[in-house]
Nanobody, 124 residues
Framework: QVQLVESGGGLVQAGGSLRLSCEAS????????MGWYRQGPGDQRDLVAS??????????DSVRGRFTISADLIKNAKKTMYLQMNTLQPEDTGVYYC???????????????WGQGTQVTVSS
């Protein structure tokens, strides 16, 4: 099992910055990926950015060039992921969820875990 705890959300004016953190703890595989997903009111949960345990990074089109994802190495069964969000816009508003995928060895299967989410509100 893996537990995920997000922090760093809040209210910010357009053009401002926030930094989100997600601390993962528990049975984290060496082969893993973590990501941030955003869900606006009535919307589906969309990928914002993701990073694999080997450092491969993906960004959603709307945040590329403004957001930066990073993650620490696994230490003492813990791993922390960050999302630096700059030049925030009202359309960035939503609940930001942290996700961790553990990829099972010699398998196409994975175990996915989600955090509770942290609210980000950008005022115009």
């Amino acid at each position: 099992q893996v537990q995920l705890v997000e922090s760093g959300g809040g209210l910010v004016q357009a053009g401002g910055s926030l930094r989100l953190s997600c601390e993962a703890s528990g049975n984290i595989f060496n082969s893993n990926a973590m990501g941030w997903y955003r869900q606006g009111p009535g919307d589906q949960r969309d990928l914002v950015a993701s990073i694999t345990g080997y450092g491969r990074i993906r960004y959603g089109d709307s945040v590329r060039g403004r957001f930066t994802i990073s993650a620490d190495l696994i230490k003492n069964a813990k791993k922390t992921m960050y999302l630096q969000m700059n030049t925030l816009q009202p359309e960035d508003t939503g609940v930001y969820y942290c996700k961790l995928d553990n990829f099972r060895p010699a398998s196409d299967m994975k175990d996915s875990y989600w955090g509770q989410g942290t609210q980000v509100t950008v005022s115009s």
